[in-house]
């Protein structure tokens, strides 16, 4: 991962280095870099110059130091909403509208770009996770699949390769991990669900693959779609059984005859 830098520029050289590497999605907020003497190896510049580079990146806040558990990756993601408006999101469900509306848009176009972009390693990580999806489902491993569906949607914006777009999708994908906009165990409990998103992931990635853009992105816009209407329809069979569960827990009244 790390390279020789120009010893001309040195310290500078192993700052740019890093920052690109974090800037790429190379490096993720909270990956922890090699040792000092390793590094210094890998980036052939003595361990003073190292110093002088990771204190700039410790200033820029970009890395953090450990006592006694070594130098990581800052968290540069952070929240998309501040506290107040999840709360304020968890009290008004209509926004998650909004939501999947902006994932719909976002992640249609980052799959079209992943069409035209993709690099032969992006290729073999997403059909690797696509194997694994399989296996998942197999052995009916909800915690798994949950898992790889992040997995899966980090890897399509990573083969992108727009960093604005990696960035963007992180925090959202964060909201998704956190449950903040939905639960998905709810989704997997509706009847067909877990074997229509895996073959939803298999045609974004079967089209990623065969470098088509516009399935691609169809196949993307077609999933959120899913997602929504399927949530949608819990939600309305929720408030159903809410309603019969009132009517048959209610006191019946004696007829004025009796």
Do not use: W
């Not at 052995?139 to 980090?154: I, K, P, S």
């Not at 329809?233 to 005859?257: G, M, T, Y």
């Amino acid at each position: 991962m790390f390279q020789p830098v120009d010893h001309q520029k040195t310290a500078d050289a192993a700052v740019e280095q890093i920052e690109n590497l974090i800037l790429k999605g190379v490096l993720h907020s909270g990956d922890r870099l090699p040792s000092e003497r390793d590094l210094a190896e890998q980036m052939k510049v003595s361990r003073p110059v190292l110093r002088d580079a990771l204190k700039i990146l410790e200033e820029r806040r970009l890395i953090e130091a450990r006592r006694g558990g070594g130098t990581f990756v800052c968290d540069l993601i952070g929240p998309i909403f501040s506290d107040a408006v999840i709360e304020l999101i968890a009290r008004h469900p209509s926004a998650i509208s909004d939501y999947f509306e902006f994932r719909r848009g976002i992640e249609g176009q980052a799959a079209a770009q992943a069409a035209m972009r993709a690099a032969p390693s992006d290729i073999e990580r997403l059909e690797e996770i696509v194997r694994q999806m399989h296996s998942a489902h197999e052995a009916e491993d909800l915690t798994a699949e949950a898992l790889l569906d992040v997995d899966f949607h980090h890897a399509v914006g990573e083969a992108a390769h727009n960093v604005v777009m990696l960035h963007t999708l992180r925090s959202c994908y964060r909201l998704l991990e956190n449950g903040v906009f939905y639960n998905r165990g709810r989704l997997y409990h509706h009847p067909t669900a877990r074997s229509e998103l895996l073959q939803q992931h298999s045609a974004i990635a079967a089209a990623i693959c065969n470098a088509d853009p516009a399935g691609a992105r169809r196949a993307s816009e077609e999933h959120i779609d899913y997602v929504r209407g399927t949530l949608s329809e819990a939600e309305q069979l929720d408030q159903r059984e809410r309603l019969a569960e009132l009517r048959r827990v209610k006191p019946l009244k004696k007829s004025a005859r009796s």
